[in-house]
């Protein structure tokens, strides 16, 4: 069974920072990009973030590049989503995602066409 268990959500003052995690489990790591997707009440789905796991290449929305940055630990099977200078506008429900193979934009910018499994949300409150 594939599961991408999402953690690390919260609240969280403007300008403040929260570290999110998803472990990963029942596939081969190496073998997917894993990213974030999130949602807004009353919004699409946006993707986020994502990075490939066989060679670290990594994808970021314009609306967070120079304040969030992926990670992954492979011995964990897990990846990392640092979140810092965080504004009102990042308020969402936080998603994890695998992708096979590696990060497409296609795949972010399209709001998740493409992805094979998806995680349960993790909630991601900025107030300002």
């Known amino acids: 069974e594939v599961q991408l268990q999402a953690s690390g959500g919260g609240l969280v003052q403007s300008g403040g920072s929260l570290g999110l995690s998803c472990v990963v489990s029942?596939?081969?790591?190496?073998?997917?990009?894993i990213g974030w997707f999130r949602q807004a009440p009353g919004k699409e789905r946006e993707g986020v973030s994502c990075?490939?796991?066989?060679?670290?290449?990594?994808y970021y929305a314009d609306s967070v590049k120079g304040r969030f940055a992926i990670s992954n630990d492979k011995a964990k099977n897990t990846v990392y989503l640092q979140m810092n200078s965080l504004e009102p506008e990042d308020t969402a429900v936080y998603y994890c995602?695998?992708?096979?193979?590696?990060?497409?934009?296609?795949?972010?910018?399209?709001?998740?066409?493409?992805?094979?499994?998806w995680g349960q949300g993790t909630q991601v409150t900025v107030s300002s």
């Open positions: 995602a695998a992708e096979t193979a590696y990060c497409a934009a296609y795949t972010y910018r399209s709001g998740g066409n493409g992805i094979n499994y």
């Open positions: 029942g596939i081969t790591f190496d073998d997917y990009g």
């Open positions: 990075i490939t796991n066989s060679d670290g290449t990594t």
